[in-house]
């Protein structure tokens, strides 16, 4: 079973930049699609990006698109998140999940997954 714990998060000013990582445990990691999510007070966990299992391919939700990055390296089982432009409408817990496309829905959390780690919590002030 896979087992996600998130890191990185911080208190940081608008205009400024974060790095998340996500370290993964399991056999399957190379193998499949990765995303990010968050969720904000009082609302819905939602995408933020997603990554194909080589890298090779990403997608963004359009309110993070041109701002941050994600990838991730194989080798080490590990999932990233480079944040720049940091708004308020930013704070969020962000977590980490394997991730499949849904016709209607879009991207979401791989049916089969339900270990949700701690998350990582990024708050940005003006």
């Known amino acids: 079973q896979v087992r996600v714990v998130e890191s990185g998060g911080g208190s940081v000013q608008a205009g400024d930049s974060l790095r998340l990582s996500c370290a993964a445990s399991g056999r399957t990691f190379g193998t499949d699609i990765w995303g990010w999510y968050r969720q904000a007070p009082g609302k819905e966990r939602e995408f933020v990006a997603v990554i194909s299992p080589n890298g090779a391919s990403t997608d963004y939700s359009s309110s993070v698109r041109g701002r941050f990055t994600i990838s991730r390296a194989n080798v080490v089982n590990t999932l990233y998140l480079q944040m720049t432009s940091l708004s308020p409408e930013d704070t969020a817990v962000y977590y980490c999940?394997?991730?499949?496309?849904?016709?209607?829905?879009?991207?979401?959390?791989?049916?089969?997954?339900?270990?949700w780690g701690p998350g990582t919590q990024v708050t940005i002030f003006t």
């Open positions: 999940a394997p991730t499949e496309f849904k016709s209607g829905r879009g991207y979401i959390p791989r049916r089969d997954f339900n270990s």
